[in-house]
């Protein structure tokens, strides 16, 4: 399984956010804490949906949380 | 190790367990003559419903001492609730397991095709079923460790 080419920033967001554990920021989206980790680690992807509970836990825009590298724009004909 | 990857290696030791018991004990009265595994194919639908009783009661019965003994040894009650991630990884390691299994039958179909006898195709039928087993499990194990 090859590293995702999504980034993030949620240990960051975790820290600014009084220093939010693992745990909480699994509990507040609904999710397991070796999710959390494995996305923290950019082992998962997660889906729409889990990465926009992310960033509403954070009250911060969905690109602030995740950050696709590598992204070119569409080519155009 | 998580919950997830310590019920796979439990689910995989049971698997082994209560095979190689259940099979050893199939044999044994085989060779004793009073079952004939190798003419008689109603004994072997017998032997594959007892089976799938006894795999279901021992199963229970070890989930619940793991249980136990995982509470007591991390002191969590609770059995972690099934994520996104839980599911994604258990539909591919389910897919794994589908190719190993019906790349036995299509195996053991070409065996009586080339005169084996029919009886092997139920002792292949218990190998395959082990071992797709075995790799539903070692592959939810690997996802978990390396990502999904």
Known sequence: MGKSQIKNNIRRLRFNNDEMTQQQLADAVGASRQTIIAIEKGNYSPSLELAFRIATAFSTPLEEVFIYENAEPPKKK | ?148
Do not use: C
């Open chain 2, 1 to 148: 190790m998580s919950y997830r990857e310590k019920e796979n290696i439990i689910n995989i030791i049971s698997g082994l367990l209560i095979t190689l018991i259940y099979g050893w004990i199939v044999f044994q009265r085989h060779l004793e003559g009073s079952i004939n595994l190798t003419t008689d194919y109603n004994s072997w639908g017998m032997v594959f419903i007892i089976f799938i009783v006894v795999s279901i009661v021992a199963r229970i019965i070890i989930y619940i001492i793991f249980h136990i003994i995982n509470a007591i040894a991390t002191r969590e009650e609770k059995i972690p609730a099934e994520d996104e991630r839980d599911k994604l990884i258990k539909l591919k390691a389910t897919r794994n397991s589908h190719y190993i299994f019906s790349s036995g039958f299509v195996m053991s179909v070409m065996a009586l095709a080339f005169g084996m006898p029919v009886y092997i195709i139920f002792i292949a039928f218990v190998i395959v079923g082990l071992l797709s087993e075995i790799v539903d499990n070692g592959s939810q194990i690997y996802y978990y460790r390396k990502g999904v």
